[in-house]
């Protein structure tokens, strides 16, 4: 079974442009979470789907950041315009059920963004 | 905003010597996980702790979930080139959205 997929796995992009980031979550699972890293800091929440709904978008940093999630499958993130602080490794992950508690979040392998 | 340290960020050691990694909040979790991360890899879930005082091993890995659930320790027994890697420990309130450590990087040398 394929796990969580995301694309592109590295991006390089200007100042000012537009990123968009796409996940493919494990097949089945209504739960998907965007993460991200930036240099030196910790993986921090960006928000969670549950099927197409946005359940919580709370760690969404500003309105440069845009997620879909059409039909509940696969999601998109974009992020225009682009701005250096932007720079890190944005994580996807999905799951069966809600909650960490007997509910295994399966990550992705990243999207390396790099804004110059 | 609630806040997980983890230390030591970095720990470098010999093939069969033991370390332990500290996870610790002032703030109570509903439980808390444990993941390992390998470079051009995502997190992947070792162990997921709950009750305030649980241990749970997993092979030569000790977890424990301090007594009033904001803290918590991983220890590794005999530890193999093979355990190096970024741990990770992150915490749960409600739903599912996790509040993670910074990780600690560990190297062990054979």
């Known amino acids: 079974e394929a796990g969580v997929t995301q694309f592109p796995s590295h991006s390089v992009i200007e100042k000012g442009q537009t990123v968009t980031l796409r996940c493919d979550p494990i097949?089945?699972?209504?739960?998907l979470y965007w993460y991200r890293r930036v240099m030196g800091k910790e993986i921090k929440f960006l928000l969670h789907?549950?099927?197409?709904?946005?359940?919580?978008e709370s760690g969404m940093p500003n309105n440069r950041f845009l997620a879909e999630r059409t039909g509940g499958t696969y999601s998109t993130l974009k992020v225009q315009p682009a701005e250096l602080e932007d720079s890190g490794v944005y994580f996807c992950?999905?799951?069966?059920?809600?909650?960490?508690?007997?509910?295994?979040?399966?990550f992705g392998e990243g999207s390396w963004l790099t804004v110059v | 905003t609630q806040l997980l340290e983890q230390s030591p960020q970095f720990l470098s050691i010999q093939e069969g010597e033991n370390l332990t990694v500290y996870c610790n909040s002032s703030?109570?979790?509903?439980?808390l996980q444990w993941y390992r991360q390998e470079p051009g890899e995502g997190p992947v879930l070792l162990v997921t702790?709950?009750?305030?005082?649980e241990v749970k091993k997993l092979k030569r890995l000790t977890f424990q979930f301090g007594d009033a659930r904001k803290d918590s320790s991983l220890h590794i027994t005999a530890a193999q080139p093979g355990d190096t890697g970024l741990y990770l420990c992150?915490?749960?309130?409600?739903?599912?959205?996790?509040?993670f450590g910074e990780g600690t990087q560990l190297t062990v040398n054979p």
């Open positions: 992950a999905s799951s069966q059920a809600v909650g960490a508690v007997g509910n295994t979040i399966y």
């Open positions: 097949s089945g699972h209504d739960n």
């Open positions: 789907f549950v099927k197409e709904s946005k359940q919580d």
């Open positions: 703030s109570v979790f509903s439980s």
């Open positions: 702790v709950v009750t305030g005082g």
């Open positions: 992150a915490g749960a309130t409600s739903g599912s959205r996790l509040t």
